[in-house]
Structures are given as C-alpha cells and as structure tokens.
C-alpha cells in the first residue's frame, strides 16, 4: 500500500520542510491538489508551487488537476515536475485524447471520479490508464468527512481493474485517515492520499504518515 500526503493541508511557508517530513515518515507519493475555482471552488497550487515541490523531493509527484479544460495545462505540470497527471472525467470533453496527450508527454496517466459519478463512465478509458482515483469527498477542500459509500466505490473499481487485467493504481482520495485505512486496503485500494490526518497530526506529519500505515493489515 502506498500512502501520498497531501500538501494542500501543509505549511506552505515551509514546504520543503514540510515535504521532507512526510518522505521521513515513510511516505511513497507526494499529492498535489491543483484547483481552479472554477471546477471546483477554490483556488490553490499551480505549476510554480509544484515546481518548489519538485526540488524538494525525489519521490514520484502525484499531481491531481480538479481544473477545467486540463488539457490546455498539461505541458506546464509536465515541465513542473509531475509524474503522474489525473484529470477529473467531469472536467474533460475529450478524455481519450487527453490521457494519450498526456502519455506522449512522458508521464503517466489518471482520472479522477467523483462521488455522485458512476464507474461506468470510465469504462471506456481503463485500458489508457496508470491511476484511478476514487474520490471519497466532493473535491475543492481538505479536511471533509469521509462519505461512507465510497468504499462499495474502491470494491467495485477494484473489480473492474481485475477484470480487465489492468495493472493501474487504484487511489481513494478524501476523508482517509488511521480509521479507515484498513478498510480500503481490503476494498482492493493501492494508494491513500492524506491530507488533514497527516499534517494536522499531533506528532507531525512524519507520525502522521506512520499513524496511517501501522493501521493497515500486514
Ligand atoms: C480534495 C482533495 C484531496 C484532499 C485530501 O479536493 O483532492 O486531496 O485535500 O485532504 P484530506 O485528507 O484532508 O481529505
Ligand atoms: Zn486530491
């Protein structure tokens, strides 16, 4: 199981630190949460702060685009640093397109699903992608209550990625933390991004990340 921290809740007057942290504290992924304030409602980090978190580690940047028309900022993320790309099937008229575009750019591939979207419409997209992404939240902030039927959600995909015989990541993104942690990992996730249990852990996010993993079922 991979654990990505996201910095969208970190200090960002000190996000070296703060990144260096969460790779201190074991973690495998560092989450970056893209907003426009148009698909979503709130703004935050864009290719500059990605490109700060690029030099601040060499643990691979999951970059997670909750923007409209995506396919007009891709080169920019790519240059930033990212290595995986995910893009909302909400957000994107041309999906097949896009995930391709974002292949020849030379990083890897995901869409995001939101909670009231049925797995059905990525269907026709599993064979293109590195990552999927199960949010468990309404995307635009951190901090929200996990929505319980998000978990049926992460079984199904799970069941869909198997049959298709894909070998992407499956990601549950929103609400995730210590007490919900083995239950993913049972539901079939591979990747939990963190955002509030990790850098608003009493401890810090080093035992933030650690909290989560020794929840998991070894
Ligand atoms: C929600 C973001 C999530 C979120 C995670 O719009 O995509 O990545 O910030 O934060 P927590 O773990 O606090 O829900
Ligand atoms: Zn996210």
Known sequence: MKIAPSILSCDFSRLGEEIRAVEAGGADWIHVDVMDGHFVPNITIGPVITKGARRSTDLPLDVHLMIESPE?????????GATF??????????????????????VKAGVAINPETPLEEIGRVLRQLDL??????????????????????????????????????LEVDGGVGASNAADLQ????????????????????????????????S
Not at 133 to 144: D, E, L, R
Not at 155 to 163: G, I
Not at 206 to 216: F, K, M, N, P, W
């Open 132 to 169: 999927l992404v199960i949010m468990s939240v309404n995307p635009g902030f951190g901090g929200q209550g996990y929505i319980p039927g998000s978990t049926e959600k992460v079984a199904a995909a799970r069941s869909l990625l198997d049959r298709q015989n894909s070998s992407a990541e």
């Open 72 to 80: 007009e900022y891709l080169e920019s993320f790519v240059e930033a």
């Open 85 to 106: 790309i995910t893009i909302h099937v909400e957000a994107c008229r041309n999906l097949t397109d896009t995930l391709d575009r974002i292949h020849s750019l030379g």
């Open 186 to 217: 049972s539901a079939g996730a591979s990747v939990l991004v963190a955002g509030s249990a990790v850098y608003r852990h009493p401890e810090g996010p080093g035992a933030g990340v650690r909290t989560i993993r020794e929840a998991l079922i």
